[in-house]
């Protein structure tokens, strides 16, 4: 079955870009739209956005100015750029398979916690 | 944005408990609305999609129902693996997709 892995520092220093990887195995990543998603340290989840394997994209407008999301079909991966950041995003991120409405986000990573601090 | 509210908040409950949590969207969703257990250090795990659809694999004691804003769902006969935090998810309109704040399931 389809498999996610989340990959990329854990420390990053404020102002800085964070930058993650999230790689499928198990299919292709040549169908779908793949998400990250991230979560503060005791709370809740937060969308960012998602890509689909064509790089069309849609990101969340809280976040829109300063994400990047990006795929490489020849390697099955794609990834999160966040530029300028700052200790509130500090989080979990995951990264998930989004099939189209009305199927929820499945399967999920085990999730990356990336702390910004300097 | 479409807010997604879930209550209560908490909840603690004992092993063979029928226990239900709400979510209400701030306008209609449809059918559009997702389910999801997360457990202490894990992913999410989705539970129900479609408001009502039971995801496979999963025992049947999970439900869910609802349309438009109001949504529930159900865990007829708690068991130890269910404590957990459980949040709804609206997939109708983006972006963006948003969740609920979460609502924590605990051992009474």
């Known amino acids: 079955q389809v498999q996610l892995q989340e990959s990329g520092p854990g420390l990053v220093k404020p102002s800085e870009t964070l930058s993650l990887t999230c790689t499928v195995s198990g299919g292709s990543i040549s169908s779908y739209h793949w998400s990250w998603i991230r979560q503060p340290p005791g709370k809740g989840l937060e969308w960012i956005g998602y890509?689909?394997?064509?790089?069309?994209?849609n990101y969340n407008p809280s976040l829109k100015s300063r994400v990047t999301i990006s795929v490489d079909t020849s390697k099955n991966q794609f990834s999160l750029k966040l530029s300028s950041v700052t200790a509130a995003d500090t989080a979990v991120y995951y990264c998930?398979?989004?099939?189209?409405?009305?199927?929820?986000?499945?399967?999920w990573g085990q999730g990356t916690l990336v702390t910004v601090s300097s | 944005d479409i807010q997604m509210t879930q209550s209560p908040s908490s909840l603690s409950a004992s092993v063979g408990d029928r226990v239900t949590i709400t979510c209400r969207a701030s306008q209609s969703i449809s059918s559009y609305l997702n389910w999801y257990q997360q457990k202490p250090g894990k992913a999410p795990k989705l539970l129900i999609f479609?408001?009502?659809r039971l995801r496979s694999g999963l025992p049947s004691r999970f439900s869910g129902s609802g349309s438009g804003m109001d949504f529930t769902l159900t865990i007829s006969s708690l068991q130890p693996e269910d404590f957990a935090t459980y949040y709804c998810?609206?997939?109708?309109?983006?972006?963006?997709?948003?969740f609920g704040p979460g609502t924590k399931l605990e051992i009474k």
């Open positions: 998810q609206q997939t109708h309109s983006i972006p963006p997709y948003t």
């Open positions: 998930a398979r989004v099939p189209p409405p009305p199927v929820g986000f499945d399967p």
């Open positions: 479609a408001a009502s």
């Open positions: 890509i689909y394997y064509n790089g069309s994209t």
